[in-house]
Nanobody
Framework: EVQLQASGGGLVQTGGSLRLSCAASRSTFVNHRVAWFRQAPGKEREAVSSISIWGHTTYYADSVKGRFTISSDDAKTTVYLQMNELKPEDTAVYYC????WGTGEWDLWGQGTLVTVSS
């Protein structure tokens, strides 16, 4: 069974950078979309960014445009979220998810990775 492994979170100061990774085990994301979501304490989960693996169509929430970049590796097994110019409001648990069948449903989720941005 394919699983997603999210990693790369940590503690960083305002203005710093982190790169999150979402790796698929034992398979590629073939024909998938992959997205990053985040959930801050006391807030609802929100979509941060997504990418279509083959077409490389990307989406960014307004709050991260120009600061975050989503990409995938050539092997189509790992999706990255490069986060620059981090702000305290970016503090959250970040999750990656995959739409494996192109249905529009995020049917596979990884565990969260905590990002903490100190002011």
């Amino acid at each position: 069974e394919v699983q997603l492994q999210a990693s790369g979170g940590g503690l960083v100061q305002t203005g710093g950078s982190l790169r999150l990774s979402c790796a698929a085990s034992r398979s590629t994301f073939v024909n998938h979309r992959v997205a990053w979501f985040r959930q801050a304490p006391g807030k609802e989960r929100e979509a941060v960014s997504s990418i279509s693996i083959w077409g490389h169509t990307t989406y960014y929430a307004d709050s991260v445009k120009g600061r975050f970049t989503i990409s995938s590796d050539d092997a189509k097994t790992t999706v990255y979220l490069q986060m620059n110019e981090l702000k305290p409001e970016d503090t959250a648990v970040y999750y990656c998810a995959a739409d494996r069948w192109g249905t529009g449903e995020w049917d596979l989720w990884g565990q969260g990775t905590l990002v903490t941005v100190s002011s």
